[in-house]
């Protein structure tokens, strides 16, 4: 079953860069029919989720246009792992971020889901 | 922007009860809808794709209907398991946009 496993550092001082690795495991990250992304969720019960970007096996991205600016995912797949940066961050930044698997086909979803890692600023 | 409103943003119910909870876009989305659960703590749960298709693992006591702009989640009797919050997400366009949850809580 294919798992998924958020790592980075969980305090990131404001104005600096946030960075994440999500591993895969139990499955190929290469897989021409799905993509990889992140969400984010701010702390405490009954926020909303955050949807921030896409990344397929080829490099192509898909960005939230309200974090464009900020954001770069990239893959890496002879680890088996995508990242997440987030540069100059601030408070309004801190999050649980999740990374999850989505079908690259029609009716896209996300159907798998890394436990979720908080990110202090 | 497609904008993902949900009702009620929470709701109180007992075990067995049928639960309904509703999406609407800011604009059409055809089928391009998928509701996850939440449960405290956890990562989201794909639930539903493509507005009525169960997910893989489900139990079919949770369904899904619509089409267009309005949307609805139901979970025909309620169990002890499915008390959680509840998202809806557009997939019409990648700037994949959420509702604000539905937290279904325990009568």
């Known amino acids: 079953q294919l798992q998924l496993q958020e790592s980075g550092p969980g305090l990131v001082q404001p104005s600096e860069t946030l960075s994440l690795n999500c591993t895969v495991s139990s499955g190929a990250i290469s897989s021409t029919s799905h993509y990889w992304g992140w969400v984010r969720q701010p702390p405490g019960t009954g926020k909303g989720l955050e949807w921030i970007?896409?990344?397929?096996?080829?490099?192509?991205?898909y960005y939230n246009p309200s974090l464009k600016s900020r954001i770069t995912l990239s893959i890496d797949t002879s680890k088996n792992q995508f990242s997440l940066k987030v540069t100059s961050v601030t408070a309004a930044d801190t999050a649980v971020y999740f990374c999850?698997?989505?079908?690259?086909?029609?009716?896209?979803?996300?159907?798998?889901w890394g436990q979720g890692i908080l990110v202090t600023v | 922007d497609i904008q993902m409103t949900q009702s009620p943003s929470s709701l109180s119910a007992s075990v067995g009860d049928r639960v309904t909870i509703t999406c609407r876009a800011s604009?059409?989305?055809?089928?391009?809808l998928n509701w996850y659960q939440q449960r405290p703590g956890k990562a989201p749960k794909l639930l539903i794709y493509?507005?009525?298709s169960l997910q893989t693992g489900v139990p079919s006591r949770f369904s899904g209907s619509g089409s267009g702009t309005d949307f609805t989640l139901t979970i025909s009797s309620l169990q002890p398991e499915d008390f959680a919050t509840y998202f809806c997400q557009q997939s019409y366009v990648t700037s994949y946009t959420f509702g604000q949850g539905t937290k279904v809580e325990i009568k």
């Open positions: 493509a507005a009525s």
């Open positions: 970007g896409n990344i397929y096996y080829s490099g192509s991205t």
């Open positions: 999850a698997r989505g079908w690259g086909g029609s009716y896209s979803r996300l159907d798998s």
């Open positions: 604009q059409t989305i055809n089928s391009y």
